[in-house]
């Protein structure tokens, strides 16, 4: 089975895509249902998991025809992210990078150990995408070499090597994130909202020139339209726990507050 975010990005295609915060697999089956998503993120960086779960997690999307992508903490990226790219996940997305040295020691971790990679990640027995016992090596080792990484750019420093990290081969997709960044920046968001924008702008289109994927968090189709015409193709859209806070504040609260008039 072949990595469909890879040939999705190899295409130059688009692709939405919802964050996941639960390790359920019924709630990727109900997302999936809906036929909406390209890949399904599952946001490991905020939510608690085992290594069960992430192979569930996976395996699920791919019953549906779907790509997936797990967001992992700094402190233990490379066993996190290993872990998962041996469970099936197609892609990785790596939090609080701030220097291209910390970039490229990212992705030689999760490059197979090949003469033509010269990576760091051996040959453990997984099922990888779609199950795969006992695969030659050199199939693991394309296999591998498949992976989407990509990097959220949410620290000050991270914007003052931009150049630089776009440049980095390996680096596929980017992602501005403003709460890390303004907080890097000793700034609340809200303060700071044509700066925030300014900043974003100008990642997207530093990874344009460099050939490079930028990807933006939208909550609508009017947020969506403004990226496109900055030649955005990629749009994260919500996610769940969004969802649920939009319920729970929205209609529930306005039931609670009749319920209580009532007295």
């Not at 040939?7 to 359920?24: A, D, G, M």
């Not at 946001?43 to 085992?50: G, H, M, Q, S």
């Amino acid at each position: 089975m072949l990595n469909g975010l890879r040939e999705k990005l190899n295409q130059n295609k688009t692709t939405v895509n919802t964050r996941i915060w639960s390790t359920w697999p019924t709630i990727v089956e109900a997302a999936a249902s809906t036929g909406n998503f390209d890949y399904f993120e599952f946001l490991a960086e905020y939510a608690p998991f085992t290594l069960n779960d992430l192979e569930n997690f996976a395996r699920t999307c791919e019953l549906y025809g779907v790509g997936s992508m797990i967001k992992v903490d700094f402190q233990n990226r490379f066993y996190v992210a290993q872990k998962a790219a041996a469970c099936g996940f197609q892609a990785v997305l790596f939090t609080d990078h701030e220097t291209p040295e910390q970039v490229r020691e990212s992705i030689e971790k999760l490059s197979p150990k090949t003469p033509e990679d010269a990576g760091r990640f051996g040959y453990p027995n997984g099922r990888w995408i779609g199950y795969h016992p006992e695969l030659k090596q050199m199939d693991y080792a394309a296999m591998n070499r498949s992976l989407v990484k990509a990097f959220m750019i949410e620290k000050k420093e991270a914007m003052d090597h931009i150049e630089e990290i776009c440049s980095i081969p390996g680096v596929d997709m980017v992602q501005f994130g403003p709460s890390d960044y303004c907080m890097s920046r000793g700034w609340n968001c809200a303060d700071h909202k044509k700066e925030i924008q300014s900043e974003q702008e100008k990642m997207i289109q530093t990874a344009l020139a460099h050939g490079v994927h930028p990807r933006v968090e939208i909550g609508s189709l009017e947020e969506a339209e403004r990226y496109k015409k900055l030649g955005v193709k990629h749009f994260c859209i919500l996610d769940q726990m969004d969802i649920l806070m939009a319920a729970w504040t929205g209609t529930c609260g306005d039931v609670k507050k009749m319920a209580e008039a009532i007295g």
